[in-house]
Nanobody, 128 residues
Framework: QVQLVESGGGSVQAGGSLRLSCAAS??????????RAWFRQAPGKEREGVAA???????RYADSVKGRFTISRDNAKSTLYLQMNSLKPEDTAMYYC????????????????????WGQGTQVTVSS
């Protein structure tokens, strides 16, 4: 099993920045964490993919965050990051990290159905 714990959420004003972290423990080898991703869910909305990164560095971003968010991972520390800049009120949501044992290089990397391991989430609130 893989356990995921997010941190770094908070409240910021529009235009501000936050950096989320997701620490993995348990079976963190590439067998279980080939692809890691960030999802978010706003009240009343479905959970949507934000950014994903495979172990080899291949990335995928949602159109809504391209140019503003950057995903990265430190495989040695089993930690996933999401640097969020130029935040907007519409970025307000609970942010979840996820992991999959499979490699996804297309839009599948942002499909929540493809991820079997999830964290509990960290809240991001952006005020105007």
């Amino acid at each position: 099993q893989v356990q995921l714990v997010e941190s770094g959420g908070g409240s910021v004003q529009a235009g501000g920045s936050l950096r989320l972290s997701c620490a993995a423990s348990g079976y963190t080898s590439s067998v279980y964490t080939s692809c890691r991703a960030w999802f978010r869910q706003a009240p009343g909305k479905e959970r949507e993919g934000v950014a994903a990164m495979n172990r080899d560095g291949n990335t995928r971003y949602a159109d809504s965050v391209k140019g503003r968010f950057t995903i990265s991972r430190d495989n040695a520390k089993s930690t996933l990051y999401l640097q969020m800049n130029s935040l907007k009120p519409e970025d307000t949501a609970m942010y979840y990290c996820a992991a999959s044992q499979y490699y996804y290089s297309s839009r599948a990397a942002l499909n929540r159905a493809n991820f079997g391991y999830w964290g509990q989430g960290t809240q991001v609130t952006v005020s105007s």
